[in-house]
């Protein structure tokens, strides 16, 4: 399984991105996949998650509002839309899938700086 993150950057607050991930070597389709970040110092927490078909979605309490979880079974694309970003949102995003997690990406980092 090969997951490759991208759409990361250097941001001022209340900026917005757009995260990526392609999924390769896997039945994406079938899996609930996750965006989790790490920033530094700090573990890894999965801070959003979406069903195999998209009818549900859970963001972290501290992030509904301003993040969304989204996915594309047609082309293997996992996305996070991230919104109003503040200085705390500064971490290295990674996805994967929290039922049965693989090895990880090389994650894109976010940085949120005036």
């Known amino acids: 399984v090969e997951f490759v993150e991208s759409g990361g950057g250097e941001v001022q607050p209340g900026g917005s991105l757009r995260l990526s991930c392609a999924v390769s070597?896997?039945?994406?389709?079938?899996?609930?996949m996750g965006w989790y970040r790490q920033a530094p110092g700090e573990e890894r927490d999965l801070i959003a998650i979406?069903?195999?078909?998209?009818?549900?979605?859970n963001v972290t309490d501290s992030l509904k509002g301003r993040f969304t979880i989204s996915r594309d079974n047609s082309k293997n694309m996992l996305y996070l839309d991230m919104n109003n970003l503040q200085p705390e949102d500064t971490a290295v995003y990674f996805c994967?899938?929290?039922?049965?997690?693989?090895?990880w990406g090389q994650g894109t980092q976010v940085a949120v700086a005036a």
């Open positions: 994967n899938r929290p039922v049965a997690l693989a090895e």
């Open positions: 070597g896997t039945a994406f389709p079938i899996f609930t």
């Open positions: 979406i069903a195999p078909s998209s009818t549900w979605t």
